[in-house]
């Protein structure tokens, strides 16, 4: 038996999951261990094979591959707790990555402290060198200057370089020799440059994306090596892959070497997940909802296409290296509940974490959480908490609750309800940001909740958007890791190439798409790596001849060797810039400005869909629990997931349990059971 394994590692709890051969799964949570998340992953481990009835030394024997999610770079980020960096750059562009573009985050917020840039001014050193921009040499590189800033930054104590001229994207030689020299004479600093992490046109994008990846990289390094050893240790031989933002997985090598890549890694197997879950119950417009014990994670599939952008933000530093578009709100089980500095209710983004965590989990948290909130209201059961294995500590919330009350006038349950309604109202606005400003009607989606947390919070915020139906799958507690044994193993490289298509002939254009596939290829090893199939997904960032933004427009289902190629890019130009602002001028002049090739192999099939299932009627609840329901307190029936079967339906008001998720359905909701136990509910009006 070859077992393959996900491991996703979030705010609060590491989730886990083996799958056999056949497809069957195994899943296992453990708390987190934020200050060595490794430590998390190997207890994980070890509760995962007590599952299977193995010993970590013969489960780890029979595995022939882990795919994992980090969340090592992003908190590096959040916390600012990178690398101390230096910067060189061409003279005179030393400020780039301070000035941004010009705007600030919230450009009518008169009071707004400017940022503070992951690289201090001292630490930026300015090179005697130029390009232009075609790329031929203005002023050469003065190495004397490259050899005194290393001199400078040995004696400050730098541990990783960015590297970032003007112009590299076109001509890479200055940043390549710059990099020769740091390896001969500061080989102990992580070194990246522009050319080689994001070879595009802009420059603020080019530089903080490349800044960020040396701010990061020796952190990610450093957490591999440490896990690459622990798993070595425990005996395992087989490859590690990491998941990276774009859903794709890559060798630990190549994720070290560009860890900005890895600022999503977890929540890109959500939607990755989430995307296997809509092929299987045969559904093309879906928005995932993943609530943990941290954040909410919320994005877009329609027409079966998951949403991809190169405009993200991470804790205030531009990463312009493709991504899952993918909003993150501080809204999960473990967000903080209190009054903020301006008098307000609020809940989040402060979180409790997995240390001390809710006042419930019994760790030292004090502070009143939304899982505190859900469990004195009734909806959480002290004694079923992770299927038994943990108790959870009514009186501590209660308490929690006392205190938040008695600072709002209100009594421990009202504040309960607070807490439970705003946070639902909360994720409902970021699912309307998702939606509604990018033209989407909520209406027409359903709900795919996931996560520990989001089950007793879908059906509410299904209904704040008008969403009629929500499906819960079985994996909905550990989808991001279930979702990364779904991924491709994949490489992305992209160039710029402006040029306007009037001009362009059709084996100009063949040509340069062929030399970034056989660059991607080779990037990474799939000619040696095998596993199936390649898959070539191509791509241009285009725009009409007077506007300065580009669009990603997918070229898909377009062969470069096709007559007429051109012009048939130019056309799938025209209809997805009609589609995004509703009009379309052919008559403008049009032009490409980035290409962009990925290669992807390896991946698992997945699932077959889902069969049908006959309707079996009603089913009897296993007990009653006293919850507060439509502003009173009442019995609400509960189920026990695992003794359900499929084609069983379940009236609301009631509360699902399994193992690591409990449902809440209202009075007016109703759910129906379907194979494999996922739960398909109806979501009926307020009540």
């Not at 910067?87 to 030393?94: A, S």
């Not at 970032?164 to 076109?170: I, V």
């Not at 965590?357 to 002290?382: H, Q, R």
């Not at 970034?516 to 000619?527: S, V, Y």
Request: aromatic share 4%; hydrophobic share 45%; net charge negative.
């Amino acid at each position: 038996m070859t077992l393959r394994i996900g491991i996703d590692v979030g705010g609060t709890f590491t989730d886990l999951v083996a799958m056999d051969p056949a497809g069957r799964i195994t899943m296992a949570k453990s708390p987190t261990t934020p200050r060595d998340q490794s430590i998390g992953v190997l207890a994980g481990l070890g509760e995962l094979a007590q599952r299977l009835g193995l010993t970590l030394p013969e489960m780890l024997a029979r595995c022939g591959q882990i795919v994992h999610g980090t969340t090592v770079a992003t908190n590096a980020l959040l916390e600012r707790k990178g690398a101390k960096l230096a910067l060189l750059t061409t003279r005179g562009h030393r400020d780039i990555i301070e000035m941004h573009e010009g705007l600030k985050p919230e450009r009518y917020n008169l009071r707004m402290p400017p940022p503070d840039p992951l690289v201090p001014r001292d630490l930026r050193f300015a090179v005697t060198e130029r390009l232009t921009h075609d790329g031929s040499v203005a002023i050469p590189l003065d190495e004397g200057d490259v050899l005194a800033a290393i001199a400078q930054m040995k004696a400050a104590g730098v541990e990783a370089v960015a590297v970032c001229y003007l112009h590299a994207w076109r001509n890479p030689a200055h940043e390549q020799r710059t990099a020769a020299l740091l390896a001969q004479h500061f080989p102990q600093a992580y070194t990246s440059t522009s050319s080689d992490v994001l070879p595009q046109i802009k420059e603020y994008e080019r530089f903080s994306t490349t800044v960020v990846n040396s701010y990061v990289g020796p952190v990610l390094k450093t957490y591999l090596d440490r896990l690459a050893d622990r798993l070595s240790g425990a005996g395992y031989g087989g490859e590690v892959f990491i998941i990276l933002s774009h859903g794709g997985i890559a060798r630990l090598a190549d994720a070290a070497r560009l860890p900005a890549a890895t600022v999503l890694s977890g929540p890109a197997g959500g939607i990755v997940g989430a995307r296997e879950c809509a092929r299987m119950a045969g559904l093309d417009n879906v928005l995932p909802f993943d609530m943990g014990g941290t954040s909410t994670e919320i994005s877009l599939i329609a027409q079966g296409e998951m949403a991809l952008t190169s405009e993200r933000g991470v804790a205030g530093e531009r990463v312009a290296l493709r991504s899952f578009d993918i909003l993150s709100i501080g809204a999960g089980g473990g967000s903080l509940a209190g009054i903020d500095a301006s008098g307000r209710f609020s809940v989040g983004p402060q979180s409790a974490g997995a240390q001390p965590g809710p006042a419930c989990y019994g760790l030292g948290g004090t502070e009143p959480t939304v899982s505190d909130a859900n469990l004195v209201l009734g909806y959480l059961s002290a004694d079923t908490f992770r299927g038994g294995r943990a108790r959870l500590d009514l009186p501590a919330a209660q308490r929690a609750m006392a205190g938040l009350g008695a600072r709002l006038g209100t009594d421990p349950v009202a504040a309960a309800e607070g807490i439970f309604r705003l946070i639902n109202v909360k994720m409902a606005d970021g699912l309307r940001l998702m939606t509604l400003r990018r033209g989407v009607d909520p209406r027409q989606f359903t709900l795919l909740s996931f996560g520990g947390a989001a089950g007793l919070h879908a059906t509410a915020v299904a209904r704040e958007l008008g969403v009629r139906r929500v499906i819960v799958p079985n994996t909905a507690s550990v989808l991001s890791a279930w979702g990364m044994l779904a991924s491709d193993l994949r490489h992305e490289v992209t160039r710029s190439q402006p040029c306007e298509t009037a001009a362009l002939p059709d084996a100009a254009l063949a040509g340069m798409f062929h030399d970034l596939e056989q660059k991607a290829i080779a990037g990474c090893g799939f000619a040696a790596g095998g596993g199936g199939a390649l898959r070539i997904g191509r791509s241009a960032e285009m725009r009409y001849g007077d506007q300065i933004f580009e669009i990603d427009v997918a070229l898909d289902g377009l062969d470069p060797a096709m007559p007429g190629f051109v012009r048939a890019v130019e056309a799938r130009f025209h209809a997805r810039h009609e589609a995004l602002f509703t009009y379309a001028d052919p008559a403008q002049s049009v032009e490409i400005v980035t290409l962009r090739v990925s290669v992807s192999a390896g991946a698992s099939e997945g699932a077959g869909r889902m069969a049908p299932v006959p309707d079996a009627g009603p089913t009897v609840p296993t007990g009653l629990r006293q919850a507060r329901l439509g502003g009173g307190d009442c019995a609400v029936p509960v189920y026990d997931l695992a003794g359900l079967r499929p084609g069983q339906s379940i009236a609301g008001p009631a509360l699902i349990d399994s193992e690591n998720t409990t449902v809440l359905l209202a009075g007016s909701d109703s759910a129906r059971v379907l194979g494999d136990a996922w739960i398909d509910i109806a979501v009926g009006a307020a009540p």
